[in-house]
């Protein structure tokens, strides 16, 4: 079974910094893509920022220049770097993985259980 699970979350002033890790651990399985998502009260889970199969980058058009995307493969991790934060960037952000366990035909999707993001103005 795999587990995704995040941390760095919290509170932060606007305009301060934020950077968010995603571990994934488990037994025998590859990591097709990697990403955040995150969710506002009352809306819609988006994504945020992600990683491509073919290992492109590619943002949501509200954080582009301020958030950054990063792996580590030896790792199994995903990093997101917030900079420039606003207070409409209060969310739980999750952790998802595009995961191919051995044995499998299929990869699947996996979340990690999020991680609260508070912006203060």
């Excluded at 587990?3 to 932060?12: D, K, M, N, Y």
């Amino acid at each position: 079974q795999v587990q995704l699970v995040e941390s760095g979350g919290g509170l932060v002033q606007a305009g301060g910094s934020l950077r968010l890790s995603c571990v994934a651990s488990g037994r025998g399985f590859t990591i097709n893509t990697m990403g955040w998502y995150r969710q506002a009260p009352g809306k819609q889970r988006e994504l945020v920022a992600g990683f491509t199969g073919g290992g492109s980058t590619n943002y949501a058009d509200s954080v582009k220049g301020r958030f950054t995307i990063s792996r580590d493969n030896a790792k199994n991790t995903v990093y997101l770097q917030m900079n420039s934060l606003k207070p409409e960037d209060t969310a739980v952000y999750y952790c998802n993985a595009q995961i191919l366990s051995y044995g499998s035909i299929f990869s699947r999707p996996y979340w990690g259980q999020g991680t609260q993001v508070t912006v203060s103005s």
